[in-house]
């Protein structure tokens, strides 16, 4: 899925490049005058590379639908009730402690009442926070799976607690290792399921080598 900018200004149109590794096999673009009006079904597209010396008998073939942005999967209303307790679900906000408050992590924990034999860990892009209720709710609680969401340092619900302090934080640390430590917790978490008190401290080593 491809997200651009509302309004036809801001895009002129839509470029795809196909890689192996560094080298181009082929590129097209689509110009938005070929595009189909808002609200129209999807429009499929055939682009064959002729031009392309490295890629021969190939098709690509895709689609492209044009919304006015205004159709919303989920509501604010519909994530709220998620994030609370059920006839047969707790809801529960585990904080993982870091050398600071920046450091700080935290796991969101929806545990099935009754006990659950399987459970889902749920780990967040970089610079993402929990939204889709929906997709957890269809294909994880509705199923029988506890789940856990991983929130990093910095990120979804952390900054909510207020423990962000600047955002340029998000992008100074660029260690990997360091979120290393933030999956302990929620992975005992998984694997035990019914842990009745929550109390990790995670500490920052240096970076992992070789």
């Given at each position: 899925?491809?997200?651009?900018?509302?309004?036809?200004?801001?895009?002129?149109?839509?470029?795809?490049?196909?890689?192996?590794?560094?080298?181009?096999?082929?590129?097209?673009?689509?110009?938005?005058?070929d595009f189909p009006a808002i609200g129209e079904d999807w429009k499929e597209f055939v682009h064959?590379?002729?031009?392309s010396k490295t890629v021969k008998g190939l098709?690509?073939?895709?689609?492209?639908?044009?919304?006015?942005?205004?159709?919303?999967?989920s509501d604010k209303d519909t994530l709220a009730n998620f994030l609370t307790d059920t006839d047969s679900i707790s809801y529960s906000?585990?904080?993982?402690?870091?050398?600071?408050?920046?450091?700080n992590a935290l796991v969101q924990c929806w545990r099935h009442k009754k006990l659950a034999s399987k459970a889902v860990l749920w780990v967040l892009g970089r610079n993402d926070c929990f939204m889709h209720a929906d997709v957890a709710k269809t294909l994880f609680t509705d199923k029988g799976y506890?789940?856990?969401?991983?929130?990093?340092?910095?990120?979804?619900?952390?900054?909510?607690r207020g423990w962000l302090v600047s955002r340029c934080t998000i992008y100074d640390s660029i260690i990997h290792s360091d979120y290393v430590y933030h999956f302990c917790?929620?992975?005992?978490?998984?694997?035990?399921?019914?842990?009745?008190?929550?109390?990790?401290?995670?500490?920052?080593?240096?970076?992992?080598?070789?």
């Open positions: 899925m491809v997200v651009c900018r509302k309004g036809s200004e801001n895009t002129e149109g839509i470029k795809f490049t196909m890689l192996d590794s560094k080298n181009e096999l082929f590129e097209c673009k689509v110009p938005s005058a064959s590379p002729e031009e098709e690509f073939v895709y689609k492209i639908r044009v919304t006015g942005c205004e159709d919303k999967i906000e585990e904080v993982i402690e870091g050398a600071s408050q920046t450091d506890d789940l856990y969401v991983l929130n990093y340092s910095s990120v979804g619900l952390c900054r909510k917790p929620p992975v005992l978490l998984c694997c035990t399921s019914r842990l009745t008190s929550f109390n990790y401290r995670i500490h920052l080593h240096p970076p992992i080598t070789g």
